[in-house]
Structure formats: structure tokens, C-alpha cells
T-cell receptor
């Protein structure tokens, strides 16, 4: 069955350091997309980055990169040079190509320390 | 401005009183979906739609109805709300095709309280 697991309920990182948020997934569909979203304390949901299951290179968007390890079924988000504004809840998500179901993990709350 | 417009932002209602939360997008997205967000549970998919007149159940569809009569609109209907449907609801839309990322644009959310 389709599943997303985020095992870190909360994390701290020092400003200007890099941080990795973990995400593992499970699906039997060979075609799928993996996504990360940010939810600041204001509540809006912001799309950060996407990785397709057939993409050979890891996705990058500015300070965000997605460390895609297909054999391990992991899609970790790496934020480089953390900023105070990065403090938020982060959600990993997956959409299957066959069913089009689009599910989310339970999230990781990141706090960036000055 | 490209956006998903969701209304109302806040709603307090009584058990059993039918309500509709509206969702409209102006980006010509094929895919639209509804989620509920509860503490510790992340976002759970209620229903989704791949195009006009094509909808399917997500993981938590009980107690909800949807329809997609026009591409831009995807209302969420609670025929007989109950207190366990008290939650934060999000509408989201995206493109649905090969070569596109499928990253969502979200509405601002509807905080629903059923008493």
C-alpha cells in the first residue's frame, strides 16, 4: 500500500548550517512523484521541490535539494545554509502514476536557532 | 494572479447542518483535491479529481461528497457534519501530465468547527 513515513517529529538546526529531513516511501507503482512542502506558522502550504521516479539526477531548487535513493525508497530534503525563515513544518508527499492518489507524511517541525 | 480560492476561511456549524466549502482555481489545472489536516496526522486526502466528472476517493472519504462539473471548481460537501469532522481543510490543484512536476497550489484553508 502507498505510504509516506517521516520519523522526525521535530528538529533543531543552527542558523547557516545544513539540515536533512528524512522521508521514506512505499509504493508498488513504478511511476510516481515525490514532493516536499513547507508550512510556516501562518498556515499556508508552499510547494518546494519535486522528484520523478524516473529522474536520474537529484532535484535541486535554490537551497533545497532532494536526496533521492530509489533502492532504499528514501527522498530526504536537504536545506543548505539554514535561515531563521526556514523554521516551519515540512511535509513529504507522493503521487502515484497509476491511481493518482497523492498522500502526505505526518511532517517534521524544524526550528532554526540564531 | 494564479491562485486557488477557498471559502469560507472560518466556519462554525452545528451537527447535522449541511454545508459546502467552495474551491476554485484559475490555472487550468486538471487535478484537484481536498485534504484535512489534524495535529499529528499530517494531511489526509479526502477526495481527488483528475478532470471534469472524474473523481475518486482518497483515504478518508466517509462523510464527504464532491463534484467536478467545471474544470475550475471542486466544492466539498458535508451532508450531515459531525464533531469528528472538525478540522483544517485544504483544497489544492496541480497539472497532471508527463513532464510536469505536479506540485500543488494550495488554497488558504478552511477551519471548520462542528459543535
Amino acid at each position: 500500500a502507498q505510504k509516506i513515513t517521516q520519523t522526525q517529529p521535530g528538529m533543531f538546526v543552527q542558523e547557516k548550517e545544513a539540515v536533512t529531513l528524512d522521508c521514506t516511501y512505499d509504493t508498488s507503482d513504478p511511476s510516481y512523484g515525490l514532493f516536499w512542502y513547507k508550512q510556516p506558522s501562518s498556515g499556508e502550504m508552499i510547494f518546494l521541490i519535486y522528484q520523478g521516479s524516473y529522474d536520474e539526477q537529484n532535484a535541486t531548487e535554490g537551497r533545497y535539494s532532494l536526496n533521492f535513493q530509489k533502492a532504499r525508497k528514501s527522498a530526504n530534503l536537504v536545506i543548505s545554509a539554514s535561515q531563521l525563515g526556514d523554521s516551519a513544518m515540512y511535509f513529504c508527499a507522493m503521487r502515484e502514476g497509476g491511481t493518482y492518489k497523492y498522500i502526505f507524511g505526518t511532517g517534521t517541525r524544524l526550528k532554526v536557532l540564531a | 494572479e494564479a491562485q486557488v480560492t477557498q471559502n469560507p476561511r472560518y466556519l462554525i456549524t452545528v451537527t447535522g447542518k449541511k454545508l459546502t466549502v467552495t474551491c476554485s482555481q484559475n490555472m487550468n489545472h486538471e487535478y484537484m483535491s481536498w485534504y484535512r489536516q489534524d495535529p499529528g496526522l499530517g494531511l489526509r486526502q479526502i477526495y481527488y479529481s483528475m478532470n471534469v466528472e472524474v473523481t475518486d476517493k482518497g483515504d478518508v472519504p466517509e462523510g464527504y461528497k464532491v463534484s467536478r462539473k467545471e474544470k475550475r471548481n471542486f466544492p466539498l460537501i458535508l451532508e450531515s457534519p459531525s464533531p469528528n469532522q472538525t478540522s483544517l481543510y485544504f483544497c489544492a490543484s496541480s497539472f497532471l501530465g508527463s513532464g510536469v512536476s505536479g506540485g500543488y497550489t494550495f488554497g488558504s484553508g478552511t477551519r471548520l468547527t462542528v459543535v
